[in-house]
């Protein structure tokens, strides 16, 4: 009976299908007919209108109308019919409702694609002995169509996970392939080695390979960086090696500088010096700590030699202008050597001066051609007067012979007592002085036997 006590019409009761047209109750549209890419049907609310889809007959049998004619779904004794009618209808709404929400859930793409296939089946199975009263032919349908859609989600979601898969190990391979560079060409020791720790958390981050797959990355990867390791150690214990042995040297080096430091032969340790650096270059990084610490010992060595140098040339600089002056006085005077008026006074007082000249000592580098030129000028002037003379006086000549010979022998004399004393100085003043009085033997003689 109806909620009014009238009975039913048997017929079906139409209702509005998704595409507008005019659907009876018992008559089933599956998605398969149409592109199941088209929006799922809509199921109306069964609590609207209850006996539209139901009845409750006399005895209470609860019966709901289906493509195949009416299905008792229950027995309602506890008051009127239309309340279990609508206490049926309720049932099927929160059926209808757990549809949208599965469906809503397979529209945003959220949650597991799988449970949302067994929600769907489990749904479309239940229909066919539910005790509700609506729809149930738009709502097996609407179920048929979930379980396309939430397969499709399946499928997509496997082909999701292929692609993330490959994407996975292609990113791992790459990683591979770099570790393995790097441990066979890298030489940039730090940026390698930070390069290395990052691409281990890269390859943490990354996700969804197989197991099988992963371990094989793995074991090349690990392998990779064992290798820049082994390599990178080989490296430093070779460099530290290397190190140890420049740190020995340097420490010869360095002591032979300290030794060197107190020498007065300025030239030849300069020079000894110059060397030394180049083989310091030469020798390598020693530790750091040690190097920097040899080096400033080489340094103060060095610079104590070149103090002491500069201190002794500027005093003999010093000594060497005041030698100069001397002997500009000295000139002064011997430019005033008048051989024509008394030639004997004026070889005398040469000799006086030639004396003097070489007691005086050095000047400096740049002042002795101007110097020994003025010198050379009064004894060449002095010369040619004896020249003359000696050509005037020749009954004189072997008397000259003999004196001049006389001050060739107590030259050299003079010379050779002083080289065995060791003093070079004087040495080469008396060689210097036997030299010039050989020239006038030498000028005498040939006058003599030109007579």
Do not use: C
């Not at 019966?63 to 779904?73: K, L, N, P």
């Not at 009618?85 to 694609?113: N, V």
């Not at 050379?376 to 001049?404: G, L």
């Not at 030259?411 to 050989?438: I, V, Y």
């Amino acid at each position: 009976m109806t909620e009014h006590g009238t009975t039913p019409e048997t017929t079906a009761p139409e209702t509005t299908d998704r595409d507008g047209g005019v659907q009876q109750a018992g008559e089933q549209r599956s998605p398969a007919q149409g592109d199941t890419a088209q929006p799922a049907p809509h199921v109306p609310v069964a609590s609207d209108n209850p006996g539209r889809w139901g009845r409750v007959d006399a005895d209470g049998t609860v019966y709901v109308r289906t493509a195949e004619g009416e299905r008792a779904v229950g027995s309602w004794q506890a008051g009127e019919p239309a309340e279990g009618l609508a206490h049926y209808a309720r049932r099927f709404d929160d059926i209808r409702t757990e549809a949208e929400l599965l469906q809503a859930r397979l529209a945003s793409g959220a949650g597991d694609p799988k449970q949302a296939l067994n929600s769907a089946k489990h749904l479309r199975d239940s229909l066919a002995d539910a005790s509700v009263v609506g729809d149930l032919v738009t709502l097996a349908a609407k179920a048929d169509y979930l379980v396309i859609r939430a397969e499709e989600a399946v499928e997509a979601a496997k082909v999701a996970r292929d692609h993330a898969r490959a994407e996975a190990v292609a990113r791992k391979q790459a990683l591979v392939e770099e570790a393995e560079r790097i441990a066979a060409e890298a030489t940039q020791w730090k940026a390698a080695g930070d390069r290395l720790r990052g691409m281990l958390d890269e390859w943490k981050a990354v996700r969804g390979v197989d197991r099988k797959t992963d371990e094989q990355l793995w074991k090349r990867f690990s392998r990779a960086r064992d290798a820049f390791n082994r390599r990178r150690g080989s490296h430093f214990a070779e460099l530290d090696r290397q190190r140890l042995a420049a740190r020995a040297r340097k420490q010869e080096i360095v002591a032979e500088a300290e030794e060197l430091a107190e020498s007065s032969e300025w030239g030849p340790t300069a020079g000894r010096y110059k060397e030394l650096m180049v083989e310091w270059k030469a020798a390598g990084r020693a530790p750091k700590d040690a190097d920097d610490a040899l080096w400033q010992q080489f340094r103060a060595a060095q610079d104590r030699f070149f103090a002491r140098r500069s201190e002794a040339f500027s005093e003999r600089d010093a000594e060497f202008s005041e030698n100069a002056k001397l002997k500009e006085e000295l000139l002064a005077e011997a430019e005033h050597i008048d051989p024509r008026t008394d030639l004997e006074a004026a070889r005398a007082h040469l000799y006086r001066v030639q004396e003097r000249w070489e007691q005086i000592g050095r000047v400096p580098r740049e002042r002795i051609r101007e110097l020994e030129g003025r010198l050379r000028a009064v004894e060449e002037k002095v010369r040619s007067a004896v020249d003359a003379h000696w050509r005037r006086t020749d009954p004189e000549a072997e008397a000259r012979v003999a004196q001049f010979r006389e001050r060739v022998e107590q030259f050299e004399s003079q010379a050779a007592k002083a080289r065995a004393a060791g003093d070079r100085r004087r040495a080469e003043q008396a060689e210097a002085q036997a030299a010039q009085w050989r020239e006038w033997l030498a000028a005498a003689e040939a006058a003599v036997s030109s007579r």
